[in-house]
């Protein structure tokens, strides 16, 4: 069964320090998105990205983030400047029809110290 | 806005018994999904149903079945003959329908313990 993948499983950064997570969707979907978990609390949206560009993009998702489909393949997040409270599980997803459930990758543990 | 609902932080089931899990949603859409995904200690998002909301027809797969209420905005998620594997938190979703990419919006989640 096609998968989502996510590099790294997990990366601490210090606090000041560009991040960038990376993602692999399944290859014939269409849709993108990121999500973050903070320990303990629930999923919540940062950002969906359709023909490269972004479509939606939650208030949490500000200028120190950004995302980029590089060559096709990958999906990237960045992260320019991590705060402690970046701190999170970050979820890669890619979705290729409305009504079906997007298919989640295995998760990036970030921590800032 | 949307929002997702899961009353019950907590739940406890023992081995081969049947446990209910609670979602309400507040929408003012009508063509919307509707989903619950598992998420074991591995933290991985399980996808375990989907609902589509024109569908009068309850989903099931396999041990794993939803009661469906639209009208009161109700989507709860039966799991029969639980097991061990089934500990996890679980989450209700919900997406409006009306566009390709729409995010999911999920509730609190409810932490299933099972016992042996």
């Known amino acids: 069964e096609p998968e989502v993948t996510q590099t790294p499983s997990h990366q601490v950064t210090q606090m000041g320090q560009e991040v960038i997570l990376r993602c692999v969707p399944i290859?014939?979907?269409?849709?993108f998105y990121w999500y973050r978990q903070i320990l303990g609390q629930k999923v919540e949206f940062l950002v969906s990205f359709y023909n490269n560009e972004i479509s939606e993009k939650s208030e949490i998702f500000d200028d120190q983030f950004s995302v980029e489909r590089p060559d096709g393949s990958n999906f990237t997040l960045k992260i320019r400047s991590t705060k402690l409270e970046d701190s999170a599980m970050y979820f890669c997803?890619?979705?290729?029809?409305?009504?079906?459930?997007?298919?989640f990758g295995s998760g990036t543990r970030l921590t800032v110290v | 806005a949307q929002t997702v609902t899961q009353s019950q932080p907590e739940m406890s089931v023992q081995e081969a018994e049947t446990v209910t899990l609670s979602c309400t949603y507040d929408t003012s859409e009508s063509d919307y999904y509707l989903f619950w995904y598992k998420q074991p200690p591995s933290r991985q998002m399980i996808l375990v149903i989907r609902q589509e909301a024109y569908k009068q027809q309850n989903a099931t797969e396999n041990r794993f079945s939803v009661n469906f209420q639209k009208a009161a905005k109700s989507f709860s998620l039966k799991i029969s003959d639980s097991q061990l594997g089934d500990a996890a938190m679980y989450f209700c979703?919900?997406?409006?329908?009306?566009?390709?990419?729409?995010?999911?919006?999920f509730g609190k989640g409810t932490r299933l313990s099972v016992i042996a």
């Open positions: 979703a919900y997406r409006t329908g009306n566009s390709g990419n729409t995010p999911l919006v």
């Open positions: 997803a890619s979705s290729g029809i409305v009504n079906y459930g997007y298919t």
């Open positions: 290859s014939n979907h269409l849709y």
